[in-house]
Nanobody, 126 residues
Framework: QVQLVESGGGSVQAGGSLRLSCAAS????????MGWFRQAPGKEREFVAA????????YYADSVKGRFTISADNAKNTVALQMNDLKPEDTAVYYCAADRLPFRSVKTTPGEYGYWGQGTQVTVSS
């Protein structure tokens, strides 16, 4: 059974940094993709970043390019999201997601992912 557990959320001022981590367990992940999404109050869940676990190909939403970095640690089965130069509009609950099927192309919509973590709150104050 696949389990994803996020950690590292918190409150920071604009311009600050946070590092989110997603611990994955329950299967081998090397052939799959992982994603980070976020959901602000009253808004739909939106794509933030994705990574192909094997090969390290990365993909980002335009709103976070140049500020966020997604990475994968194969030895620890963790995926991290380093968030720099945070803005108040980055405030949301951040979710880690895992592909249900082996990676073939990057997935940027929530419905394409089969497994989700419980989410971690990120709050950025101005």
């Amino acid at each position: 059974q696949v389990q994803l557990v996020e950690s590292g959320g918190g409150s920071v001022q604009a311009g600050g940094s946070l590092r989110l981590s997603c611990a994955a367990s329950g299967r081998a992940f090397s052939s799959y993709g992982m994603g980070w999404f976020r959901q602000a109050p009253g808004k739909e869940r939106e794509f933030v970043a994705a990574i192909r676990w094997s090969g390290g190909n990365t993909y980002y939403a335009d709103s976070v390019k140049g500020r966020f970095t997604i990475s994968a640690d194969n030895a620890k089965n963790t995926v991290a999201l380093q968030m720099n130069d945070l803005k108040p509009e980055d405030t949301a609950v951040y979710y880690c997601a895992a592909d249900r099927l082996p990676f073939r192309s990057v997935k940027t919509t929530p419905g394409e992912y089969g497994y989700w973590g419980q989410g971690t709150q990120v709050t950025v104050s101005s």
